[in-house]
Protein backbone atom coordinates (compact mmCIF):
# COMPACT_ATOMS: atom_id res chain seq x y z
CA UNK A 1 0.00 0.00 0.00
CA UNK A 2 2.99 2.22 0.91
CA UNK A 3 3.90 2.49 -2.92
CA UNK A 4 0.50 3.11 -4.21
CA UNK A 5 0.17 6.05 -2.19
CA UNK A 6 3.34 7.45 -2.97
CA UNK A 7 2.31 6.93 -6.08
CA UNK A 8 -0.99 8.67 -5.90
CA UNK A 9 0.09 11.16 -4.19
CA UNK A 10 2.72 12.26 -6.48
CA UNK A 11 0.33 11.98 -8.98
CA UNK A 12 -2.61 14.36 -7.92
CA UNK A 13 0.08 16.79 -6.59
CA UNK A 14 1.70 17.28 -10.31
CA UNK A 15 -1.82 17.08 -11.60
CA UNK A 16 -2.08 20.02 -9.29
CA UNK A 17 0.89 21.15 -10.75
CA UNK A 18 -0.20 20.87 -13.96
CA UNK A 19 -3.61 22.27 -13.83
CA UNK A 20 -2.07 25.73 -12.98
CA UNK A 21 -0.50 26.00 -16.23
CA UNK A 22 -3.82 25.98 -17.78
CA UNK A 23 -2.42 23.92 -20.67
CA UNK A 24 -3.98 20.80 -19.81
CA UNK A 25 -7.46 19.69 -18.57
CA UNK A 26 -7.73 17.89 -15.63
CA UNK A 27 -10.45 15.34 -14.95
CA UNK A 28 -11.60 16.34 -11.21
CA UNK A 29 -13.57 12.40 -10.83
CA UNK A 30 -9.84 10.96 -11.28
CA UNK A 31 -8.97 13.09 -8.68
CA UNK A 32 -11.25 13.04 -6.38
CA UNK A 33 -11.07 8.99 -6.20
CA UNK A 34 -7.18 9.68 -5.56
CA UNK A 35 -7.83 12.20 -2.88
CA UNK A 36 -10.19 9.80 -1.39
CA UNK A 37 -7.50 6.94 -1.57
CA UNK A 38 -5.28 9.14 0.39
CA UNK A 39 -8.03 9.96 3.37
CA UNK A 40 -8.70 6.33 3.62
CA UNK A 41 -5.32 4.90 3.86
CA UNK A 42 -5.05 7.65 6.84
CA UNK A 43 -4.82 5.66 10.34
CA UNK A 44 -7.24 7.19 13.43
CA UNK A 45 -4.51 9.44 14.98
CA UNK A 46 -3.53 11.17 11.98
CA UNK A 47 -0.96 9.11 10.08
CA UNK A 48 -0.28 7.69 7.35
CA UNK A 49 0.90 4.34 7.52
CA UNK A 50 3.71 2.66 5.74
CA UNK A 51 2.91 -0.61 5.13
CA UNK A 52 5.33 -2.26 3.02
CA UNK A 53 9.05 -1.85 1.64
CA UNK A 54 10.22 -0.24 -1.41
CA UNK A 55 12.74 -2.49 -3.65
CA UNK A 56 13.84 0.36 -6.07
CA UNK A 57 15.01 2.99 -3.41
CA UNK A 58 15.44 5.49 -6.54
CA UNK A 59 11.85 4.95 -7.45
CA UNK A 60 11.25 6.90 -3.87
CA UNK A 61 12.90 9.94 -4.72
CA UNK A 62 15.17 10.18 -1.93
CA UNK A 63 12.12 10.42 0.26
CA UNK A 64 12.43 9.52 3.63
CA UNK A 65 10.05 6.50 4.76
CA UNK A 66 9.26 7.63 8.40
CA UNK A 67 5.71 7.64 9.28
CA UNK A 68 5.87 11.88 10.03
CA UNK A 69 7.44 12.34 6.38
CA UNK A 70 4.72 9.96 4.58
CA UNK A 71 1.97 11.86 6.65
CA UNK A 72 3.58 15.39 5.44
CA UNK A 73 3.88 13.95 1.94
CA UNK A 74 0.10 12.57 1.96
CA UNK A 75 -1.19 16.26 3.32
CA UNK A 76 0.94 18.37 1.13
CA UNK A 77 -0.32 16.70 -1.91
CA UNK A 78 -4.01 17.27 -0.49
CA UNK A 79 -3.37 20.30 -0.19
CA UNK A 80 -2.22 21.50 -3.63
CA UNK A 81 -5.08 20.09 -5.52
CA UNK A 82 -7.04 21.69 -2.96
CA UNK A 83 -5.44 24.98 -3.52
CA UNK A 84 -6.16 24.72 -7.61
CA UNK A 85 -9.33 24.10 -6.86
CA UNK A 86 -9.26 20.11 -8.45
CA UNK A 87 -11.39 18.70 -5.56
CA UNK A 88 -15.18 18.26 -5.45
CA UNK A 89 -15.28 16.45 -1.88
CA UNK A 90 -12.62 17.58 0.39
CA UNK A 91 -12.91 20.88 1.70
Do not use: W
Not at 40 to 61: E, T, V, W, Y
Not at 71 to 80: F, N, V
Amino acid sequence: MCVLFRLTAFVIKSFAQASKLNMTTIDVNVVDRAANFILNSQAPNGDFMDLGNIIHKAMAGGSSSSVNSLTAYGLIALQEVKNAELLQVYT
